[in-house]
């Protein structure tokens, strides 16, 4: 693991033409190639966009510690960790579309201002998640994807973990995502990403940057005696509900994808119900196939892109896209009459 992280994946930096060069387009087949002007609108930066959504989200934490802390309740409070969990979710998906050069147009940037707002809160750092989620979008469920070193879906044979085998019984998914969510995982998340952002190659000035945030942010809960704070509401959301809803969208996203073509069985659509999109899938993620075979695309133009290639005839009939989370996850469930095929287990990744 140390050896891999320390690897570096060759990559371009984005050109003045997103569309071509990005370093993460997949090396797969993309059966509905979209004409290239399009696809070039389509992926222009708003930066503004990005800023507004990053700095909406920090703003609806606050919101929920402030209106927790006036109004305490156990059951607000247990309300509050959904939410903020949730927010922190979203911070790494914004922080995602930052991995692909996608939130502000110059590179160092980029970076720095996804680390800082979405990045370092959550214990993570945008070099090293795109280390892993460029070769994921790369070798999407081949043996090099990024995800199997993440998430750890495969073991040292190549065979799915048992977590990751779909579909399931009702009973076996529900104690999965309940098990990750029971805080030792997401501790476990806390001390990995701390770890390994020092094992991933990044310039001095950014290293240094992420000790000055780490630093700061210890001396500003000591002088404020804010650490049973911190604790109450940054840690048990992190650990319980954010990894929650890690899971489900992954689930979603790559487990147990059927479709009479190969190349829309990568990865499944889920289009989240509107409390769906607070909880579990939001700023766009569900859109994901869409996001695999087109990730110059921000996140703020994905339903744009999901419309063009519903005109598809090919993307219509083929393409895995279902309405709600619970549909999504209800494919990854063992029903009596249709029992697991190899290559629904093939599936999941």
């Given at each position: 693991?140390?050896?891999y992280?320390?690897?570096?994946?060759?990559?371009?930096?984005i050109?003045a033409?997103?569309?071509?060069?990005h370093?993460?387009?997949?090396?797969?087949v993309?059966?509905?190639r979209?004409?290239?002007?399009?696809i070039?609108?389509l992926?222009?930066?708003?930066?503004?966009?990005?800023?507004?959504?990053?700095?909406?989200?920090?703003?609806?934490?606050?919101?929920?510690?402030?209106?927790?802390?006036y109004?305490?309740?156990?059951?607000?409070?247990?309300l509050?960790?959904?939410f903020?969990?949730?927010?922190?979710?979203?911070?790494?998906i914004?922080?995602?579309?930052?991995?692909?050069?996608?939130?502000?147009?110059t590179?160092?940037?980029?970076?720095?201002?996804?680390?800082?707002?979405?990045?370092w809160?959550t214990?993570?750092?945008?070099?090293?998640?795109?280390?892993?989620?460029?070769?994921?979008?790369?070798?999407?469920n081949?043996?090099?994807?990024?995800?199997r070193?993440i998430?750890y879906?495969?073991?040292?044979?190549?065979?799915l973990?048992p977590?990751?085998?779909f579909?399931?019984?009702?009973?076996?998914?529900v104690?999965?995502?309940?098990?990750r969510?029971?805080?030792?995982t997401?501790l476990?998340?806390?001390?990995?990403?701390?770890?390994g952002?020092?094992?991933?190659?990044?310039?001095?000035w950014?290293?240094?940057?992420?000790f000055?945030?780490?630093a700061?942010?210890?001396?500003?809960?000591t002088?404020?005696?804010l650490w049973?704070?911190?604790?109450?509401?940054?840690?048990?959301?992190?650990?319980t509900?954010?990894?929650?809803?890690?899971y489900?969208?992954?689930?979603?996203?790559?487990?147990a994808?059927?479709?009479?073509?190969?190349?829309?069985?990568?990865t499944?659509?889920?289009?989240?119900?509107?409390?769906?999109?607070i909880?579990i899938?939001p700023?766009?993620?569900?859109?994901?196939?869409?996001?695999?075979?087109?990730?110059?695309?921000?996140?703020?133009?994905?339903?744009?892109?999901h419309?063009?290639?519903m005109?598809?005839?090919?993307?219509r009939e083929?393409?895995?896209?279902r309405h709600?989370?619970?549909?999504?996850l209800?494919?990854?469930?063992?029903?009596?009459?249709?029992?697991?095929?190899?290559f629904?287990?093939?599936?999941?990744?």
């Open positions: 693991m140390v050896a992280l320390r690897e570096e994946i060759p990559a371009e930096d050109s033409n997103p569309v071509f060069n370093p993460h387009n997949t090396a797969r993309v059966p509905e979209l004409p290239a002007a399009k070039k609108e992926s222009q930066l708003q930066p503004e966009r990005a800023v507004v959504a990053t700095l909406a989200e920090w703003a609806g934490i606050a919101g929920a510690i402030a209106l927790c802390a109004f305490w309740h156990p059951l607000l409070y247990v509050a960790v959904m903020i969990g949730a927010r922190q979710h979203a911070l790494l914004l922080g995602h579309d930052a991995s692909h050069f996608r939130t502000l147009k590179r160092w940037q980029n970076d720095l201002f996804a680390n800082i707002f979405m990045m809160p214990f993570a750092s945008v070099e090293g998640f795109r280390k892993f989620h460029g070769t994921h979008h790369q070798y999407t081949l043996p090099d994807d990024g995800n070193h998430w879906t495969h073991d040292a044979a190549g065979e973990a977590d990751w085998q579909p399931k019984t009702r009973l076996g998914l104690l999965v995502l309940l098990r969510a029971a805080f030792l997401g476990f998340w806390i001390v990995r990403g701390l770890v952002s020092t094992l991933i190659p990044s310039p001095g950014m290293r240094a940057a992420r000055s945030f780490y700061v942010t210890i001396a500003a809960l002088y404020f005696s049973s704070a911190f604790l109450l509401y940054w840690i048990v959301p992190f650990c509900w954010h990894i929650a809803a890690q489900m969208r992954l689930i979603c996203e790559h487990s994808v059927e479709s009479d073509e190969e190349e829309y069985s990568i499944r659509s889920t289009i989240p119900t509107w409390l769906e999109r909880f899938l700023c766009n993620i569900g859109y994901h196939l869409e996001h695999h075979w087109y990730p110059s695309v921000p996140f703020y133009r994905l339903p744009e892109l419309q063009a290639l005109e598809r005839q090919g993307f083929h393409a895995v896209i709600s989370v619970l549909t999504s209800s494919e990854c469930v063992r029903r009596q009459s249709s029992p697991s095929t190899p629904a287990q093939e599936s999941a990744r």
